[in-house]
C-alpha cells in the first residue's frame, strides 16, 4: 500500500510539471494595459505552427485545371482590377511580433488571385504588382481609366490594440447602404459570392456584426465610406482577408501555400458569381404623348429569368409605377415630365438575386 502511495504521488508530481508546460509550438507574450478603470493582462501567443487545410484542387493540376475550366465559359473576356491595398511608403500595418506586414500578404494574395483569372481567360490590371507605393485615389483612376468591369481591394485587417488580438474573421465590403441613392446592390451581390467562399476556404467566420459576413463601408466611414470604393466607376468590393493581428492567423498568413489558398476562395467566388447570371437592361424606345407624358419601353432580360418583384423604376430619385411582360422581355412605363433634364434608373435582379449592373438613363425634354 505504501508503495502504491509513492507510485501515485511520483505520477501527480510528473502530471504537473509536464502535462501542464505550454506547448512548444506557443510562446506568449504578457502586456499590461492600463485604463481608467481596469488592468488587463493581455497573454499574445506566438503561434510556430499553422494549421489550414487544402481543398484536392489545389493539391492535384488537373482537378484544378479542370475546376477553373469550369468556371472560365463566365470570366472569359471580364476586365477585372485587382487592388492589393498599401505597399511601398505604406507599411506600418505589422502583426505584433512584425513577423506580417499586411501589405506583403496582399500582394502575394493578389498576384495568385491574377494568374487563376488569366488562365480562365480573364483580362487583369493590377493597381501594383510590386511593394510600390500607389497613391490611393490614383487606383480608382487606374481602373476608370481602363474601363474594367469589376474593382476588388484586397486588405488584411487589424484590431486597434492587443487587448482585442484574440479577435479574427473574414469581411468582404461594398459601397453604402439599403436606403442611400449611392448603394448599388450588385455590389453587395459580387460581394456576398466572395465572402461565402473566401470564409469557407480559410475556416473563418464572417464576425458577429453581419449575418452573412458581408459589410457597408458606411460602418467604417458612415456617409463616406471607402475612397477605393466611392471614387471607382465599376462595381467594387474590398476585402478584409482575416485579421493579421491574431496570433492563429499571423502563422498562418507567412506561409505562400496559405495566400494561395486565399486567392482561389475569391477566385471561387468570383467565378460563382458570373456564373450566377446579371440581368441585362438596354433601352427600347421612348414615344411622347400629349400633354407632356412620355411612354418609355425596355428589354430586360436573363437566361435565368427575371425576378418580377426586384424591379424598380425611378425618375430623378422618385420611385414610378411600371409593367414588366416576362413573356416578352418587356418593361413599359409613363412619365408626366415638362421641359428639362431628367434622370431615369433601374434596377432588377435575376431569379439567381444578382442584379443588374448599375443602369442610369439620361433625359431630355425640350
Known amino acids: 500500500m505504501k508503495k502504491n502511495y509513492i507510485y501515485l504521488s511520483v505520477f501527480i508530481a510528473f502530471f504537473i510539471f509536464f502535462g501542464c508546460t505550454i506547448p512548444e509550438q506557443q510562446t506568449t507574450t504578457?502586456?499590461?494595459?492600463?485604463?481608467?478603470?481596469?488592468?488587463?493582462?493581455?497573454t499574445y501567443k506566438k503561434v510556430e505552427n499553422a494549421y489550414y487545410e487544402l481543398p484536392p484542387e489545389l493539391n492535384?493540376?488537373?482537378?484544378?485545371?479542370?475546376?477553373?475550366?469550369?468556371?472560365?465559359?463566365?470570366?472569359?473576356?471580364?476586365?477585372?482590377?485587382?487592388?492589393?491595398?498599401?505597399?511601398?511608403?505604406?507599411?506600418?500595418?505589422?502583426?505584433?511580433?512584425?513577423?506580417?506586414?499586411e501589405a506583403d500578404v496582399n500582394l502575394r494574395v493578389a498576384l495568385n488571385l491574377r494568374d487563376f483569372?488569366?488562365?480562365?481567360?480573364?483580362?487583369?490590371?493590377?493597381?501594383?504588382?510590386?511593394?510600390?507605393t500607389v497613391d490611393l485615389k490614383y487606383r480608382s483612376i487606374m481602373a476608370n481609366n481602363n474601363n474594367v468591369d469589376l474593382f476588388i481591394s484586397i486588405?488584411?485587417?487589424?484590431?486597434?490594440?492587443?487587448?482585442?488580438?484574440?479577435?479574427?474573421?473574414?469581411?468582404?465590403?461594398?459601397?453604402?447602404?439599403?436606403?442611400n441613392w449611392e448603394y448599388e446592390p450588385n455590389e453587395k451581390d459580387v460581394a456576398r459570392f466572395i465572402q461565402r467562399d473566401l470564409a469557407f476556404f480559410m475556416g473563418n467566420s464572417g464576425g458577429l456584426g453581419s449575418f452573412d459576413g458581408t459589410y457597408s463601408d458606411y460602418d467604417i466611414y458612415p456617409g463616406d465610406g471607402f475612397s477605393v470604393l466611392r471614387e471607382t466607376n465599376a462595381p467594387a468590393v474590398l476585402v478584409e482577408c482575416a485579421f493579421h493581428t491574431n496570433s492563429m492567423e499571423e502563422a498562418r498568413l507567412g506561409?505562400?501555400?496559405?495566400?494561395?489558398?486565399?486567392?482561389?476562395?475569391?477566385?471561387?467566388?468570383?467565378g460563382r458569381y458570373y456564373r450566377a447570371g446579371i440581368p441585362t437592361i438596354e433601352f427600347s424606345y421612348q414615344s411622347p404623348r400629349n400633354k407632356g407624358i412620355v411612354d418609355f419601353?425596355?428589354?430586360?432580360?436573363?437566361?435565368?429569368?427575371?425576378?418580377?418583384?426586384?424591379?424598380?423604376?425611378?425618375?430623378?430619385?422618385?420611385?414610378?409605377?411600371?409593367t414588366f411582360i416576362p413573356e416578352l422581355d418587356q418593361l413599359n412605363f409613363s412619365v408626366y415630365v415638362q421641359p428639362g433634364e431628367y434622370e431615369i434608373r433601374i434596377i432588377t435582379a435575376n431569379k439567381n438575386g444578382n442584379h443588374a449592373l448599375p443602369y442610369y438613363k439620361k433625359l431630355i425634354i425640350n
Open 30 to 42: 504578457t502586456e499590461t494595459t492600463e485604463t481608467t478603470q481596469n488592468v488587463y493582462h493581455v
Open 60 to 101: 492535384d493540376i488537373e482537378a484544378r485545371n479542370k475546376e477553373i475550366n469550369e468556371f472560365a465559359p463566365y470570366l472569359r473576356g471580364k476586365r477585372i482590377f485587382i487592388d492589393p491595398g498599401h505597399g511601398g511608403d505604406d507599411r506600418k500595418n505589422k502583426s505584433y511580433t512584425g513577423k506580417i506586414v
Open 117 to 132: 483569372l488569366i488562365q480562365a481567360g480573364a483580362t487583369i490590371i493590377m493597381s501594383r504588382v510590386s511593394d510600390q
Open 155 to 179: 486588405h488584411h485587417n487589424a484590431v486597434p490594440n492587443i487587448t482585442r488580438s484574440w479577435m479574427n474573421y473574414t469581411s468582404t465590403y461594398y459601397h453604402a447602404k439599403p436606403g
Open 255 to 270: 506561409i505562400e501555400e496559405f495566400n494561395r489558398l486565399q486567392a482561389w476562395g475569391i477566385f471561387r467566388g468570383l
Open 297 to 322: 419601353q425596355f428589354k430586360i432580360s436573363d437566361k435565368n429569368g427575371i425576378d418580377t418583384k426586384s424591379i424598380e423604376v425611378y425618375l430623378n430619385k422618385i420611385i414610378i409605377p411600371h
